[in-house]
């Protein structure tokens, strides 16, 4: 469980981990096997193994324990299986990106500093194209324009184990209507919002994420979150909040 997970230290092992999986991802557009990490830190099977779980523990990555190879599934923003949106590069694809926040967050990673990253997804209720250009963590548009991010599981459900549910249930949508029309077709309420109120959601931890060696370890908090996106002025009634 990563809720309310009390604080703790990385190792040292996890950290070397860690910045080899972003570094190998953004280099190559996929996610590095056992082997990768292995020759790229000079790790033993085993540390590398407990270094992946301690990471996951601090909502860093999300990896399959139950595999002999720990496969890893995502490492935000990035995702390791065909997602709901895709990272373009000169118009070349380079990886799938984890969701939709993640769409708007991407562009600020270290490696892409400087660089146009075209962000290609779609409507979760009629599945037409939705692309964003992004570059710097600076949006310079999309079409269409003005789409929102639906969110369709509560923050009290969020990384009850890891992230992946929490980032399968957050998608774009061309509209409000839209947003309406998903809601009946998987029979669950949720919220909606802007790009511009995800930016500021997701700034503090791309501000560091990537960028500084030490981030620390991260824990759901679902009532710190709840204040903070009520803050941003999303409207949160559809949860009863």
């Known amino acids: 469980m990563a809720q309310y997970v009390p604080g703790f230290e990385w190792t040292e092992e996890s950290l070397v981990v860690r910045k080899f999986i972003f570094d190998f991802w ?33 909502i860093v990555v ?7 190879n720990c496969d890893i ?8 299986f065909p997602s709901q949106v895709e990272m373009y590069i000169d118009d070349t694809f380079h990886s799938f990106i984890g ?16 660089t ?45 184990d890891d992230m992946k549910a929490m980032c399968d249930n957050t998608n774009l949508v061309k509209d409000l209507d839209h947003a ?16 511009d109120q995800v930016r500021q ?3 503090p931890a791309v501000g ?9 370890p991260q824990s759901q908090n679902p009532e710190r979150l709840i204040a903070r996106i009520k803050e941003l002025g999303v409207d949160m009634s559809p949860w009863g909040l």
């Open 26 to 58: 953004a280099e190559t557009g996929r996610a590095p096997n056992l082997r990768h990490m292995h020759e790229g830190t000079g790790l033993a099977r085993r540390r590398i193994v407990q270094a992946l779980k301690l990471l996951q523990t601090g």
């Open 62 to 68: 999300v990896v399959d324990q139950d595999s002999p």
């Open 73 to 80: 599934l995502k490492a935000p923003p990035f995702s390791a």
């Open 99 to 114: 969701c939709a926040h993640e769409a708007v967050a991407v562009s600020n990673m270290p490696q892409f500093q400087g």
């Open 116 to 160: 146009e990253c075209r962000l290609e997804s779609y409507c979760a209720c009629c599945l037409e194209p939705i692309t964003l250009w992004s570059t710097s963590f600076s949006l310079s548009r999309s079409v269409p324009a003005d789409p929102l991010v639906h969110i369709a599981m509560p923050l009290w459900d969020w990384v009850h």
């Open 180 to 195: 309406l029309e998903y809601e009946k077709m998987i029979g669950r309420r949720g919220i909606v919002m802007t790009l």
């Open 201 to 203: 959601y997701v700034e």
């Open 208 to 216: 560091i994420r990537g960028w500084d060696y030490h981030w620390p």
